[in-house]
Antibody
Framework: EVQLVESGGGLVQPGGSLRLSCAAS????????MNWVRQAPGKGLEWVSYISDSGRTIYYADSVKGRFTISRDNAKNSLFLQMNSLRAEDTAVYYCARPFYDFPYYYFDYWGQGTLVTVSS | EIVLTQSPVTLSLSPGERATLSCRAS???????LTWYQQKPGQAPRLLIYGASSRATDIPSRFSGSMSGTDFTLTISRLEPEDFAVYYC??????????FGQGTKLEIK
């Protein structure tokens, strides 16, 4: 069974940094694009960032551009999100999500359980 | 950026009733890239519908999706107790940014 397990969340002060990880298993990680999606407490889902299977193509939501960096290590089946200059509004559960391309369809078929990031002094 | 507007924000119904949830796009969206997810408290979202109208694996037949122009609809034909949750539409487009609707909370009346 495909598994995505996030880690690295916690309490951080405004302006601080945090690095999230997503460990993938039971699929060929290097063949899949990956994404981060977040959900503020009591709020809806927000797409955060995308990385291609090779890592060469990357996109960010405007709300995190210039502060967050997505990366991956295909040899270690891991996805990362480096979060700098954190703000209170970055407080959220962060999910890694695997997209599946089933021509011509595209959708997130697997999600991790999420890791909570709290930005507060 | 494509904006998805879901309505209603909250839908109060009883088990056995029919639920109709709407997702309207601010500009044309390919049906192949429109998806619906169910999320229960403390859980990750679960894929229900992809390609606007195709049910994901193991999703009961009471869930169906449809499309008319820029309007997408998720219908639950006869509500079961486990269907009360929050539902989100998500569009992928040909490249990011991807956008979610703000969600519809389906609650027990």
């Amino acid at each position: 069974e495909v598994q995505l397990v996030e880690s690295g969340g916690g309490l951080v002060q405004p302006g601080g940094s945090l690095r999230l990880s997503c460990a993938a298993s039971e699929f060929t990680f290097s063949s899949y694009e990956m994404n981060w999606v977040r959900q503020a407490p009591g709020k809806g889902l927000e797409w955060v960032s995308y990385i291609s299977d090779s890592g060469r193509t990357i996109y960010y939501a405007d709300s995190v551009k210039g502060r967050f960096t997505i990366s991956r290590d295909n040899a270690k089946n891991s996805l990362f999100l480096q979060m700098n200059s954190l703000r209170a509004e970055d407080t959220a559960v962060y999910y890694c999500a695997r997209p599946f391309y089933d021509f011509p369809y595209y959708y997130f078929d697997y999600w991790g359980q999420g890791t909570l990031v709290t930005v507060s002094s | 950026e494509i904006v998805l507007t879901q309505s209603p924000v909250t839908l109060s119904l009883s088990p056995g009733e029919r639920a109709t949830l709407s997702c309207r796009a601010s500009q044309p969206v390919s049906s192949t890239y429109l998806t619906w997810y169910q999320q229960k408290p403390g859980q990750a979202p679960r894929l229900l519908i992809y390609g606007a109208s195709s049910r994901a694996t193991d999703i009961p037949s009471r869930f169906s999706g449809s499309m008319s122009g820029t309007d997408f609809t998720l219908t639950i034909s006869r509500l079961e107790p486990e269907d009360f949750a929050v539902y989100y539409c998500l569009q992928f487009g040909t490249s990011p940014p991807y956008t979610f609707g703000q969600g519809t909370k389906l609650e027990i009346k």
